[in-house]
């Protein structure tokens, strides 16, 4: 091999695993800011092979949570604007729902409860915001009333926000309003009223 050919060869090979290195680095770098805080996994609090029905909401088509359901706090400067909430084919002998929005990637060690809404008629099968008659809008994980938007940490990997509805089979779960979504929810697991569930889960991540 003629000398100017092996220096050649030798410049591109350097080159290419500068490259290489520096991509590994990249990513390397990505993921310890996209994972930094780890993951531990979040139980459901459904009991297995609990029936299943359908909830759909026309805020997440496209299974991001849209610029306006960010919340107005923490950083960021959504308009804390709760999604539609449509849901069908729940099961006969269904008394009341239970509406909550749970976020398992959020780095607390527990998750986060955006909102939780119990004791809502059997007869209400929409949520637009408001919180219907006789039903109950429990706290959100900063203790405040109501729907509290996403905010997942600046740079983190996308967060997951499920959005549950639950049929019970009674029409209230007896519990004060200033019960905490944690208690309600470990409630309904264990209470053995649960006659089925929906989920829809939306992504975001700034």
């Not at 100017?4 to 990249?26: D, E, F, I, K, P």
């Not at 006969?92 to 809502?120: E, K, N, Q």
């Not at 729907?147 to 639950?166: E, N, T």
Request: with cysteine.
């Amino acid at each position: 091999m003629k000398r100017s050919t092996r220096v050649t060869a030798l410049a591109a090979t350097t080159a290419a695993t500068v490259a290489l290195a520096g991509a590994a680095s990249t990513a390397a770098h990505s993921a310890t800011q996209s994972d930094r805080f780890g993951h531990t996994e979040v139980r459901a609090g459904v009991p297995r092979h609990t029936p299943r029905f359908t909830v759909t909401s026309p805020d997440w088509r496209n299974g991001t949570v849209p610029a306006a359901g960010y919340a107005n706090a923490f950083g960021c400067s959504g308009a804390n604007q709760a999604p539609t909430v449509h849901w069908s084919g729940a099961p006969a002998g269904t008394r009341s729902y239970a509406v909550s929005l749970f976020d398992p990637d959020a780095p607390t060690g527990s998750g986060f409860w955006h909102a939780m809404t119990w004791d809502i008629p059997a007869t209400v099968t929409t949520l637009t915001g408001a919180t219907p008659a006789g039903a109950v809008a429990g706290p959100n994980d900063t203790g405040a009333t109501g729907y509290l938007g996403p905010c997942p940490p600046a740079g983190d990997r996308a967060h997951h926000y499920v959005l549950r509805v639950v049929a019970l089979d009674v029409p209230g779960l007896g519990l004060a309003a200033t019960s905490t979504p944690a208690v309600a929810s470990f409630s309904m697991a264990m209470s053995g009223h649960i006659l089925a569930t929906a989920e829809l889960t939306a992504t975001a991540r700034r």
